[in-house]
């Protein structure tokens, strides 16, 4: 807080007001405010006839998660219906000022989270809040398993997932309840090596049209000569048309054997392949026979 922002408090006689910042996964910047006229500062307009408004914000000192909600009306352009069907405001940030509207120079960042569980009703929309001290409640650390534990492509696992041998990008040819592709494409691409199942567990990710920049987990990956048929494990939340494009990244089932033959990375290979399984560790001592302490064989 500011020397003249604390002085413009204690004087009694306050212009205030709030104005908010959503800043999507794809980079797209939404600025709004409670005040009757429109904000400018960061480089971010906050608009003034966007209907958003947002309850108590609830805050605490130690490890308590922040939380508030913010609530709108799917009237101003930069909200719209289908985005927020489609998922394009999942986890964005979010960030909270409380500004004087006459001098907004003078201001203090109240909340600073991302959005949670949005739901519509009507021709409304709430979203929940979660501050930042909301990262703390997932579990961190290495787990002793067989499987791999990281994610394929992240920095533990190594695996180059930009290259043609693990990326194709096809043309989708028909869509069946959102979920079933058909896509257009050569048998091969990269090495010659894409065939059934390579993308199953991977991501399917939409290029253009109105579903551009969403993407869902494959279910399952069928070569078909050169069509290649995709279902994926829930329907993407916007609507994908023929002549939509789409990339397709491969998928790992977290395997030693996968990691060795499918991605020759068995280097960075992050599980435990020679842990001994439950039934190893479950044997009971021998009742009968040689009793020197032995297992049961």
């Given at each position: 807080?500011?020397?003249?922002?604390?002085t413009?408090?204690?004087?009694?006689?306050?212009t205030?007001?709030?104005a908010?910042?959503?800043t999507r996964r794809d980079g797209?910047?939404?600025?709004?405010?409670?005040?009757?006229l429109?904000?400018t500062?960061?480089g971010?307009?906050?608009?003034a006839?966007?209907?958003?408004?947002?309850?108590?914000?609830?805050?605490?000192?130690?490890l308590s998660v922040?939380n508030?909600?913010?609530?709108g009306l799917l009237?101003?352009?930069?909200?719209?219906d289908?985005?927020?069907?489609?998922?394009r405001?999942?986890?964005?940030?979010?960030?909270?000022?409380r500004v004087n509207?006459?001098?907004?120079a003078?201001?203090?960042?109240?909340f600073?989270?991302?959005?949670?569980?949005?739901?519509r009703?009507?021709?409304?929309?709430?979203?929940?809040?979660?501050?930042?001290t909301?990262?703390?409640n997932r579990?961190?650390?290495?787990?002793y398993?067989?499987p791999?534990?990281?994610?394929?492509?992240?920095?533990?696992?190594?695996?180059d997932l930009?290259?043609?041998?693990?990326?194709?990008?096809?043309?989708v040819?028909?869509?069946?309840?959102?979920?079933?592709l058909r896509?257009?494409?050569?048998?091969?691409q990269?090495?010659?090596?894409?065939?059934t199942g390579?993308?199953?567990r991977?991501?399917?990710?939409?290029?253009?049209?109105?579903a551009s920049?969403l993407?869902g987990?494959?279910?399952?990956d069928?070569?078909?000569g050169?069509?290649?048929?995709?279902?994926?494990?829930?329907?993407?939340?916007?609507?994908?048309?023929?002549?939509?494009?789409?990339t397709?990244?491969?998928?790992c089932?977290?395997?030693?054997?996968?990691?060795r033959?499918?991605f020759?990375?068995l280097?960075n290979?992050?599980?435990f392949p020679?842990?001994p399984?439950?039934?190893?560790?479950?044997?009971?001592?021998a009742?009968?026979g040689t009793l020197?302490?032995?297992?049961?064989?």
């Amino acid at each position: 807080m500011t020397a003249a922002f604390h002085t413009h408090l204690a004087s009694g006689l306050t212009t205030l007001c709030h104005a908010w910042a959503v800043t999507r996964r794809d980079g797209a910047v939404f600025g709004f405010t409670d005040h009757d006229l429109d904000l400018t500062f960061d480089g971010i307009t906050f608009r003034a006839d966007s209907g958003l408004a947002a309850r108590a914000l609830q805050q605490a000192t130690g490890l308590s998660v922040d939380n508030t909600e913010a609530l709108g009306l799917l009237s101003d352009t930069a909200i719209s219906d289908a985005d927020i069907e489609a998922g394009r405001f999942d986890d964005a940030e979010v960030r909270c000022w409380r500004v004087n509207w006459a001098d907004p120079a003078q201001r203090l960042l109240q909340f600073r989270g991302h959005i949670g569980e949005m739901r519509r009703t009507g021709a409304a929309f709430t979203a929940e809040l979660r501050g930042l001290t909301e990262a703390l409640n997932r579990p961190l650390g290495r787990i002793y398993q067989k499987p791999c534990t990281a994610v394929l492509g992240d920095a533990a696992c190594r695996v180059d997932l930009t290259g043609p041998d693990h990326r194709l990008t096809l043309a989708v040819l028909t869509v069946t309840d959102g979920r079933m592709l058909r896509l257009a494409g050569t048998e091969t691409q990269g090495t010659g090596t894409q065939g059934t199942g390579w993308f199953r567990r991977g991501r399917l990710a939409v290029l253009d049209g109105a579903a551009s920049g969403l993407s869902g987990t494959i279910k399952r990956d069928t070569l078909q000569g050169t069509l290649r048929e995709v279902e994926l494990w829930e329907p993407l939340r916007a609507t994908l048309i023929p002549g939509d494009t789409v990339t397709l990244t491969a998928g790992c089932d977290k395997r030693f054997d996968t990691c060795r033959v499918k991605f020759g990375n068995l280097v960075n290979f992050q599980g435990f392949p020679d842990l001994p399984g439950d039934g190893w560790m479950l044997r009971d001592p021998a009742a009968s026979g040689t009793l020197s302490g032995g297992s049961r064989r």
